[in-house]
T-cell receptor
Framework: NAGVTQTPKFRVLKTGQSMTLLCAQDMNHEYMYWYRQDPGMGLRLIHYSVGEGTTAKGEVPDGYNVSRLKKQNFLLGLESAAPSQTSVYFC?????????????FGPGTRLTVL | DAKTTQPNSMESNEEEPVHLPCNHSTISGTDYIHWYRQLPSQGPEYVIHGLTSNVNNRMASLAIAEDRKSSTLILHRATLRDAAVYYCILRNYGGSQGNLIFGKGTKLSVKP
């Protein structure tokens, strides 16, 4: 069981470039999430999905888009990267709502936008 | 979701018990108390959660005050690997968004 994996681990972009971050989980989880973490801060939710084909906005969705075409994958896209999007991005998944269920996190993607 | 308050940092000696406090004075009757921790350069990992009764698992114990306005995460024998940021999070059963709201947490340092 690989758990939650994220691709790539590191990336440097120039302002205005686009990219897609890939999150994959092999635990057959229904729920998947994208968070960002800025230095010295806790995690903030960007977007989430409660099942294949569904997405919803989180706390800080502006500048990002997501897609969940397959149950095991959750993609995070940046259409026109800005320096304010420099951050560490974490993907997570859970079988059920995390009210009582455990969220499993990936190792993170460190993104720098110049 | 109700707010939690944790100390910014704590220190412990290796192989000694650690008590990490969390205040949540505005907790509602249906709020679950979750603890996650984040080791350096890693994603958060689940530690424990509870509602009213004290809880034990292989990683830690969670002691919940009788009035539920505070809780304490107990690491019975701290190891160097337990050095991490520990987050205390409340989740309401009726919440629709499904996410965990992370504050700044408590940075635990463990001395050999």
């Amino acid at each position: 069981n690989a758990g939650v994996t994220q691709t790539p681990k590191f990336r440097v972009l120039k302002t205005g470039q686009s990219m897609t971050l890939l999150c994959a989980q092999d635990m057959n989880h229904e729920y998947m999430y994208w968070y960002r973490q800025d230095p010295g801060m806790g995690l903030r939710l960007i977007h989430y999905s409660v099942g294949e084909g569904t997405t919803a906005k989180g706390e800080v969705p502006d500048g990002y888009n997501v897609s969940r075409l397959k149950k095991q994958n959750f993609l995070l896209g940046l259409e026109s990267a800005a320096p304010s999007q420099t951050s560490v991005y974490f993907c997570a998944s859970s079988y059920d709502r995390p009210i009582t269920d455990t969220q499993y996190f990936g190792p993170g993607t460190r993104l720098t936008v110049l | 979701d109700a707010k939690t308050t944790q100390p910014n940092s704590m220190e412990s000696n290796e192989e000694e018990p650690v008590h990490l406090p969390c205040n949540h004075s505005t907790i509602s009757g249906t709020d679950y108390i979750h603890w996650y921790r984040q080791l350096p350069s890693q994603g958060p990992e689940y530690v424990i959660h509870g509602l009213t009764s004290n809880v034990n698992n292989r990683m830690a114990s969670l002691a919940i005050a009788e009035d539920r306005k505070s809780s304490t995460l107990i690491l019975h024998r701290a190891t160097l690997r337990d050095a991490a940021v520990y987050y205390c999070i409340l989740r309401n059963y009726g919440g629709s968004q499904g996410n965990l709201i992370f504050g700044k947490g408590t940075k635990l340092s463990v001395k050999p």
